[in-house]
């Protein structure tokens, strides 16, 4: 059984896909799809000796050796262009994300849906994804073991929803303040719109966060924490103005 947050992300890929899954680790997410007969060719992406030994394990294990195929190398450099039409990357950062889609645009062509979960600086790949003409499409945001995660949805602007074209533009939601196009980035605009119980959990925990981050400083009392104290004393006020 999957973890919730990668059935999640299992549930973004849809049925009849050839996928790859980049930093696949055990392969558990390509395996899964492939025994549930939901992928037709699925490429297990592993730069590590490791994780790369431990999915040729698993997918050994599991008899699917002709649908799932462990390949290891850097980002997408494991697949051949149109070889794939959904790619997955989850589990790392939102900066090594953006870096592997940067670096990786040239296998990008068939590709027609990114799923994508960073564990931290997610609006660095929603940046990326808008810089390169892709729209997210669907975003959500699960609790798992007491930590939040967001999973964005990407697919190309000329697939796009039509009110998902206007995502990032500066706008009120509910009966919120303006939210300008760098918030928007950074709260998550879908689960923002959707205002899911996790989202609001989720920046809640960030400003409990913040609070421990200030006590801290506080605490310090050097020049160099108080000066930051103002920068994070607004950050807080924001988030709390948008909760
Ligand atoms: N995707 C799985 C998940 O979400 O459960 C595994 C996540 S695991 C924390 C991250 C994996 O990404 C590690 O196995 C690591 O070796 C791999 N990785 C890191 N950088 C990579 C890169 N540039 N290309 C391919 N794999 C990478």
């Not at 992406?45 to 799932?68: F, T």
């Not at 390949?71 to 262009?81: C, E, K, N, S």
């Not at 999973?151 to 939601?173: F, G, M, Q, T, W």
Request: charged share 30%; net charge negative; glycine share 10%.
């Amino acid at each position: 059984k999957l973890s919730k947050r990668l059935q999640t992300i299992a549930d973004y890929v849809p049925a009849g896909s050839r996928l790859a899954d980049i930093g696949s680790d055990h392969a558990l997410l390509p395996v899964y799809l492939a025994e549930q007969g939901r992928v037709s060719f699925a490429v297990a992406g592993e730069i590590n000796d490791g994780p790369l030994e431990a999915a040729r394990r698993q997918v050994k294990e599991s008899g699917l050796g002709a649908v799932v195929h462990p390949r290891q190398g850097d980002g997408l450099a494991v697949i051949d262009p149109d070889e794939v039409d959904v790619v997955t990357v989850a589990g790392m950062g939102g900066t090594l994300i953006a870096a592997i889609l940067e670096q990786g645009q040239s296998k990008l062509g068939s590709v027609k849906r990114l799923v994508l979960q960073p564990n931290v600086a997610e609006d660095q790949v929603r940046r990326w994804l808008a810089a390169h003409d892709w729209l997210l499409d669907d975003e959500t945001v699960l609790e798992e073991d007491g930590k939040f995660y967001f999973i964005l949805c990407a697919v190309r602007r000329d697939d796009a929803h039509e009110e998902n074209v206007k995502l990032y533009r500066p706008r009120r939601i509910g009966g919120g303040p303006l939210l300008e196009t760098e918030e928007l980035l950074r709260f998550g605009p879908i689960a923002a719109e959707r205002g899911e119980e996790a989202f609001f959990r989720k920046w809640e925990s960030e400003l409990e966060k913040l609070d421990h981050i200030m006590e801290g400083m506080v605490r310090a009392g050097t020049d160099a924490a108080l000066s930051r104290l103002e920068e994070l004393a607004a950050e807080r006020n924001r988030i709390k103005e948008v909760l």
